[in-house]
């Protein structure tokens, strides 16, 4: 079965720039995360997608923020402008349903640096 | 409100020794927990989780995990640690309501000593 695809792995962006990452789940899992993974810190929620329609973004920075999951499978994260304190790991997980006890398969992620 | 604590940023142990990496929870009702594995450039992978039933959850590569809920706890165990067990452990909650998303901790990262 072949895991959680993310590309690029790696971005290097100067500050104010645009970035987008991509994410392509285990197929037939219906619900999609994003997560925000800083140094030395755990993975925080950006926005979770149960198929395409999105379930929680409370902690997505709406002005600079935004994701979509327009056909249900793969999907796709953009930060416009981006501002040096977007540097981090952004990871893509997914898992078979949206209940709590459903553990989450996790991409490689893309490290991002904002200059 | 949710939280996770795993107080020891780093945790040494010897290789073929017990390894312990600690963690407590506060979730307002019952919880689900999750342990999770990083490695260097790799994204987590999932090692076990607690749902309901036997307090002792068993999971992936000989690892264990004791679910306490008088001290709030769900600490990750394995009887004999293997030099490529060194890794960063993320312990994660989330409460059974489904109200609140998968909460992480800090991590803490396990060095195998040869």
């Known amino acids: 079965e072949a895991g959680v695809a993310q590309s690029p792995r790696y971005k290097i962006i100067e500050k104010r720039q645009s970035v987008a990452f991509w994410c392509n789940p285990i197929?037939?899992?219906?619900?999609l995360y994003w997560y925000q993974q800083i140094l030395g810190q755990g993975p925080k929620l950006l926005i979770q997608?149960?198929?395409?329609?999105?379930v929680d973004d409370s902690q997505l920075p709406k002005d600079r923020f935004s994701a979509e999951r327009l056909k249900g499978v793969d999907s796709t994260l953009k930060i416009q402008p981006a501002k040096l304190e977007d540097s981090a790991v952004y990871l893509c997980?997914?898992?078979w349903g949206e209940g709590p006890y459903n553990e989450q398969f996790f991409g490689p992620g893309t490290r991002l640096t904002v200059l | 409100a949710q939280s996770v604590a795993q107080p020891e940023d780093q945790v040494n142990v010897a290789e073929g020794n017990p390894l312990t990496v600690k963690c407590t929870y506060s979730?307002?009702?019952?919880?689900?927990l999750f342990w999770y594995v990083q490695y260097p450039n790799r994204g987590l992978q999932f090692l076990l989780k607690?749902?309901?039933?036997?307090?002792l959850v068993k999971g992936s590569y000989g690892f264990e995990a004791e679910f306490n809920k008088s001290q709030t706890s769900f600490h990750l165990k394995k009887p004999s640690a293997l030099v490529s067990d060194s890794a960063l452990y993320f312990c994660?909650?989330?409460?059974?309501?489904?109200?609140?998303?998968?909460?992480f901790g800090t991590g803490t990262r396990l060095t195998v000593i040869p």
């Open positions: 994660a909650v989330r409460d059974m309501t489904g109200a609140n998303n998968l909460f």
């Open positions: 607690y749902i309901t039933g036997d307090n």
């Open positions: 197929s037939g899992h219906a619900t």
């Open positions: 997608f149960q198929n395409n329609g999105v």
């Open positions: 997980a997914s898992s």
């Open positions: 979730v307002s009702g019952n919880p689900y």
